[in-house]
């Protein structure tokens, strides 16, 4: 893999010589605006049956190469290390959503990048490729922007890579950033304008002297309607750390009754106000410290309630250790939350007792716990106990859609939570429908609350 992603590299810098163009352009500055995800698998004619198997098995996927993230955890800003994968990154193939904004002027390039809070670059696949995974719609063509630049080595984007290669003549920065699941891009460090909409639908903010790598050796496991990906993790490189905004929020459609609905995701701004204007239910905060260098967004989880049972779990199982291991944290690259597997065991326990219906094979049904219900059973009338995340200083009380799933023609229901087989316990998007969630970055907080967010 090493010898591979160094022959990547050199073939790279032989491409390079020959394609190399400057530009100046004006000041970038922070704002609020507006981008739309899409869920991966909408407009593709998935049955709710197939959405909910295919989301149990990327999550299971995602929850495999973060067991390989080694000892060291998640970390940016390490210095640049031999190893293929760069400093800290998980993700999986079909992760959930896709940003869409527009790259270059004078007419901005749509792309569809996957937002990831695991990771911190943000890349879209370039023209002329070298070589490009398919894509639905063409590369983005740097030679057609007229505000790109190549940026030189001496950029402080250009720093702490996996690998980087400076072109001697042009000073152009080439890197190499691999993933948890052996993907890797190789391309330039570029700048150029990126354009979103406004909040409320107005007029486009346009933000210049954007850095982002333009992808041309991109190898691996990529999305069906990926052109790249959106770092949204902690480190310096990500999206919102460049647009200095210091808080960002997303609110995700109902996934798998209408996935062709788009969610919002808000950067900057008074995020404060705009969760209390659409939250239909009390406004939670809870602490969301940062970990050394870590990109990932870790949470104080302290414990769980099924039912009218507070399960006995001691919270240090779900406590960040001291050589970079276990932690709680939020992830926009995973479907379903999963716990430690003691943790995940009680959960299902609890859930046995309360529910008194026969349990399914769990071979049938991917594993999951599956409960099958008598025919001719309303399953919005079938008794579900209530789940209650439990965060420093914040109780999160999970609407029963965003933990058990009806199928109601095979009249069984399961539950949407996963064993992590490992110590880490990641909240999914799943557990996260129609929650209005704000990253305070800048305040080192999380805030939450319920939201019709097809309304937002
Ligand atoms: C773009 O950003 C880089 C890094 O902060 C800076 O060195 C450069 O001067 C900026 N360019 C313009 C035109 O603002
Ligand atoms: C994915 O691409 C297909 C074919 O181009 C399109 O119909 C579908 O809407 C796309 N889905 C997303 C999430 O962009
Ligand atoms: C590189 O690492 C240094 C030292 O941790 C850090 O200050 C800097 O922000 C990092 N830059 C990038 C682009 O990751
Ligand atoms: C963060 O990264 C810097 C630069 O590599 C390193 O000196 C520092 O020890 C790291 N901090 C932690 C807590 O890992």
Redesign the pocket.
Known sequence: MEDSSMSQLLSSVLFLTMLLTTSAIPAASALTLRADLTHVDSGRGFTRWELASRMVARSRARAASLRHRGGAGN?Y???PTTAPVAPGTVRHADTEYLIHFGIGTPRPHQVALTLDTGSDLVWTQCTPCLRCFAQPSPPFDPYASKTLYNVPCSDPSCANFTRTACLKESHLCLYVYGYGDGSITVGKVVRDTFTFKAPNGGTAVVVPNLSFGCGFDDTGLFNTNESGIAGFGRGPRSLPSQLKVGKFSHCFTSMLDDPSKSSPVFLGGTQDDLIRAHATGPVQSTPMPPH??STFYYLSFKGITVGKTRLPVDESVFAFKGDGTGGTFIDSGTGLTSFPTAVFDQLATAFKTQIRLPVVDASEVGGRLCFSLPDGTDEKKVPVPKLVFHFAGADMDLPRENYFYVYEADAFMCLMILDAEGDTTTIGNFQQQNMHIVYDVHNNKLLFAPAQCDKL
Do not use: E, R, S, V
Request: charged share 0%; no cysteine; glycine share 34%.
């Open positions: 970390y800003g390490q210095h050394g260098n």
